[in-house]
């Protein structure tokens, strides 16, 4: 170990002070740096040292000098940029943004090079003292100097503003030049409001929607609708052209609000209603490329939308009442209305699917338009019953199994419109049972498709008729086969073919049987005991009116077979042992109802087979008319098919296709569906009441509602209706407390 006296003493020397840079040596280096400054300004910087200039300004912030350079460095630039603003303010106007352009350029050069002399004194003395950067103190004594210049400022804003009105007239201006103006006047803008949007882009979105509601208040009253949306569409595309070039990125969304409310907005209404050109004539037309136009501008616009989609829904609307209204094709041809139905509705869904870009609101404002004229009149569910029947019928042979489906999801498309799909199902049954029991189905496998599609929309309570029927035509077939061979098919030289229907399935009313020539009658007593023979307990009703028969028959020599109904089949059958019987007699003898009778007669003396001929003229027939057997009757068909005359043609009433109603009116609903309408009001009120017990009367009929909407809409008095007669028949009674709440009784 070393002792205390070998061991040095630390020892502390005073602290001694940095020289200091006096006055008179900071007002020498700043006189070096200011003419430093001055070659930069002469464009002469190459021959200048950074490396010492630098220096100096940093000797100068370290030795607390840095207010005199910070405010020498200003005065400096101020008088550079005030004898700069002289010059230019001197300009004329032809060369004064060229000039602008020129000194900028060459001011942004050198504020760059003197920014990097003064670097230290802007990251320490600036930044402690909170001043401006000298970039940005350039920046604004540039604006103050010269873009706020008496004599420039004014003729700046006026030459900018001319730019661009000679652009929209389509003259050329140098677009480089105008960016570069314009993106001086927004980085001059470092301090206080923009100067960009005061000098300039105020003043231009004025002019500019000066200029377009001149320009397109002119331009649609001389032109065509579709020829103003070309001519916007070219604006748009032209200020958006603008908005990339030279405009600054603030101004492209307020531009493009004032050019859109001048040439859209303010003209939306006036576009869509413009007589002979307008939505409707585009429309009418299906002129897609012009309606695909107005949606792409409007959309600009998402209020005027509206208007686009408004007009589309009236229109469609007018034109299904119209189809309505035409009498030659909704009277008469309910085929001819369906197919211009589904032609309106695949041209519109056209238009919403190309022209609107499937939009969903203008899909929406479709469905309600078809929902609307539609269900306006009971007879499109009627119309679309006998349109389904004729594809079932006809329509599909021969078409492809793809093709098939297409067909019939139209029918099912035009189905969910209807709001009485009870009326659709109750004249389908009635058509489908006469496909069924005539053999005039296409395909069973089209039928049961079709059924299926309606069971998908409605449920199993909507289809299960339909398909008890094809259950029945099965079971039929079973029995015929046991009936054949048990050899008694062909009993008494007539061949037999029955149908067993089942009462609550088929859309069949009770009509006594009429009298069968005996032969026939034979059959009947043959197939009716085999039957019940093998199925006791059961009870067979003759429907003689639902029949049809294939009879031989020769006239003066020539044969025919004629295919008549079993009423038809009856009469004739009577001449067989006279050729003349008078109505009297030929209605004793068949007992067929005096109705029916008269219009099978009429059938069978139409110009066209006239089988028999009757004493009186005219389409009636007169009490005390005879009628002749027809030996010279001819036709070039071997088998011959005698149809059934309409018996609302002849002032009878509704025929037995309309399901018991009237004319098929607006306000027409067939006894039976009337009928099935109230027990299916009264069994969804029993159902709801025997859940909650007690519910008001709101409530009661908005829960009938809900749940009978998928078959048809009762009306609320309807409802009301159907509650006092369950009222009446005690299922139900009013609180004595709330005369408007219904307590359900057990």
Not at 48 to 53: H, T
Not at 211 to 233: H, Q, W
Not at 284 to 311: C, H, W
Not at 690 to 709: D, F, M, S, Y
Request: glycine share 6%.
């Amino acid at each position: 170990m070393t002792s205390d006296k070998t061991k040095k003493s630390l020892v502390i020397k005073p602290f001694k002070p940095r020289n200091t840079m006096d006055a008179a040596a900071a007002a020498g280096i700043w006189g070096n740096l200011s003419r430093a400054i001055d070659e930069i300004h002469n464009k002469n910087a190459s021959e200048l040292s950074y490396e010492e200039l630098y220096r100096n300004a940093y000797n100068l912030v370290l030795h607390k000098h840095g207010e005199l350079l910070y405010a020498n460095v200003r005065e400096s630039l101020r008088a550079h940029l005030t004898r700069v603003a002289r010059a230019a303010a001197c300009v004329p106007d032809e060369q004064l943004l060229g000039e602008l352009s020129a000194r900028w350029a060459d001011h942004q050069v050198t504020m760059v090079m003197i920014r990097d002399i003064l670097m230290y004194m802007d990251r320490t003395y600036v930044k402690q003292m909170n001043r401006m950067l000298v970039y940005d103190l350039g920046l604004q004594i540039f604006r103050d100097a010269i873009v706020r210049h008496d004599k420039v400022r004014d003729r700046l804003r006026a030459l900018l503003l001319r730019n661009v009105a000679e652009e929209r007239a389509g003259r050329l201006i140098d677009r480089g030049l105008m960016k570069t103006i314009l993106g001086m006047l927004v980085d001059v803008s470092v301090d206080g409001p923009s100067v960009y949007e005061k000098e300039f882009e105020a003043p231009f979105l004025e002019a500019t929607a000066r200029f377009y509601r001149a320009e397109s208040l002119g331009f649609i009253a001389a032109n065509t609708c579709p020829d103003y949306m070309r001519k916007v569409e070219a604006r748009l595309a032209e200020e958006a052209a603008r908005g990339t070039q030279y405009l600054h990125v603030g101004t492209v969304p307020k531009l493009n609000a004032i050019v859109e409310t001048a040439l859209i907005q303010d003209h939306a209404r006036t576009l869509v209603d413009t007589e002979h050109s307008g939505c409707e004539s585009m429309f009418r037309e299906n002129k897609i490329e012009d309606l695909e136009r107005m949606y792409t501008l409007f959309q600009r616009v998402p209020s005027t939308v509206d208007d686009l989609r408004g007009a589309m829904c009236d229109f469609v609307k007018r034109s299904g009442k119209a189809l309505l209204a035409d009498q030659e094709v909704a009277g008469r041809e309910p085929v001819a209305f369906v197919q211009g139905l589904l032609e309106l509705r695949d041209k519109f869904t056209g238009i919403v699917e190309h022209a609107f870009h499937n939009d969903q609101k203008a899909a929406k404002r479709l469905k309600e338009a078809f929902e609307d004229f539609v269900n306006a009149d009971n007879r499109s569910a009627r119309f679309l019953a006998s349109y389904a029947d004729d594809l079932l019928r006809s329509g599909l042979r021969g078409v492809p199994e793809h093709e098939v489906d297409r067909q019939l999801e139209k029918v099912i498309v035009i189905f969910r419109y209807l709001q009485d799909k009870d009326i659709f199902e109750n004249f389908h049954k009635i058509h489908l049972s006469k496909r069924l029991l005539t053999g005039r189905s296409i395909s069973n496998d089209y039928e049961r498709n079709m059924i299926a599609r309606l069971k998908a929309e409605c449920g199993y309570q909507f289809t299960s008729k339909l398909e008890g029927m094809f259950t029945d035509m099965r079971i039929s077939q079973d029995a015929m086969e046991g009936y054949r061979r048990a050899g008694l098919s062909h009993s008494y030289g007539v061949e037999l073919e029955v149908s067993m229907l089942t009462g609550g399935y088929w859309p069949t009313q009770t009509v006594d049987a009429c009298v069968l020539p005996a032969p026939l009658k034979q059959c009947c007593d043959t197939f009716e005991k085999h039957y019940l023979e093998k199925h006791t307990g059961r009870k067979i009703v003759w429907q003689t009116h639902m029949g049809s028969a294939d009879l031989k028959a020769v006239f003066g020599g020539r044969r025919h077979e004629l295919n008549v109904s079993t009423y038809q089949m009856c009469i004739l059958m009577l001449f067989n042992q006279t050729d003349q019987l008078s109505l009297t007699i030929i209605r004793n003898h068949v007992n067929i109802p005096d109705q029916e009778l008269r219009r099978h007669l009429i059938s069978l003396c139409t110009p066209k087979h006239r089988i028999l001929k009757k004493t009186s003229k005219g389409k009636g027939i007169a009490d005390d008319d005879v009628f002749i057997f027809n030996e010279e009757f001819t036709s070039k068909l071997k088998r011959v098919r005698v149809p059934l005359v309409s018996a609302r043609d002849l002032g009878l009433g509704p025929d037995a296709a309309d399901g018991g109603g009237g004319g098929g009116g607006a306000d027409d609903v067939p006894f039976n569906v009337q009928r099935d309408r109230q027990n299916m009001v009264e069994a969804a009120i029993v159902r709801i009441m025997k859940a909650r017990k007690a519910l008001g009367h709101n409530a009661l009929v908005a829960e009938v509602t809900k749940q009978l909407q998928n078959r048809f809409n009762p009306a609320p008095v309807f409802i009301k209706k159907r509650i006092e007669a369950l009222i009446e028949r005690d299922y139900l009674q009013r609180d004595e407390k709330d005369r408007r709440t219904y307590v359900y009784l057990a």
